[in-house]
Antibody, heavy 119, light 112 residues
């Protein structure tokens, strides 16, 4: 079954870091770009960046540059999103999403990982 | 504030037709980039509904259709069903340096 399975919910204190994983199954990680999208409670979708799992190349939206790092481990078919210097504004669901063959749309999504930042 | 503009909400009775608009600019939709639509049911991750302006992935009912003209796009849903009640998001590519993928703010569809 083709799917993306993300790691479980996290609770972090302000200033801490978090690393969310996204494991692929049913297809080869390196065949498709992986994107990360976040959604604050009751809010819309916000694109964060992508990683080319084949080369490791990354691209980030300007607001996250320097604070977010996208990586991958091809040996275990996993992609990762690490964010540091967390604030309460970072409380959100974080989704990995595969860029499919159709005009750069996101054809496969993980179930989401809730990151709560609270003192 | 989202780069693509959608109405916050739309509603319709079962069996009716509704449309959701998505307005962009010359740096995204108007530049010729494709528009994609996602459906997000309560408590679930988004799901691809329409890609490439008007192409339905396998398994998406033909009640859903998309169109694009100029700097705008639309999602139409015919024969509304209770299960269609969800949030709908449009997405495209933007040539500005701040972000390459942009979303609309989302539209809540209520089936009356």
């Amino acid at each position: 079954q083709v799917q993306l399975v993300q790691s479980g919910a996290e609770v972090k204190k302000p200033g801490a870091s978090v690393k969310v994983s996204c494991k692929t199954s049913g297809y080869t990680l390196t065949d498709y770009y992986m994107h990360w999208v976040r959604q604050a409670p009751g809010q819309g979708l916000e694109w964060m960046g992508w990683i080319n799992p084949n080369s490791g190349a990354t691209n980030y939206v300007q607001k996250f540059q320097g604070r977010v790092t996208l990586t991958r481990d091809t040996s275990i078919s996993a992609a990762y999103m690490e964010m540091n210097r967390l604030t309460s504004d970072d409380t959100a669901f974080y989704y990995c999403a595969r860029e499919g063959d159709g005009y750069d749309s996101f054809d496969l999504w993980g179930q989401g990982t809730l990151v709560t930042v609270s003192s | 504030q989202s780069v693509l503009t959608q109405p916050p909400s739309v509603s319709g009775a079962p069996g009716q037709r509704v449309t959701i608009s998505c307005t962009g600019s010359r740096s995204n939709i108007g530049a010729g980039y494709a528009v994609h639509w996602y459906q997000q049911l309560p408590g679930a991750a988004p799901k691809l509904l329409i890609y490439g302006n008007n192409i339905r992935p396998s398994g998406v009912p033909d009640r859903f259709s998309g169109s694009k003209s100029g700097t705008s796009a639309s999602l139409a849903i015919t024969g509304l069903q209770a299960e269609d009640e969800a949030y709908y998001y449009c997405q495209s590519f933007d040539i500005s340096p701040s972000a390459s993928r942009v979303f609309g703010g989302g539209t809540k569809l209520t089936v009356l």
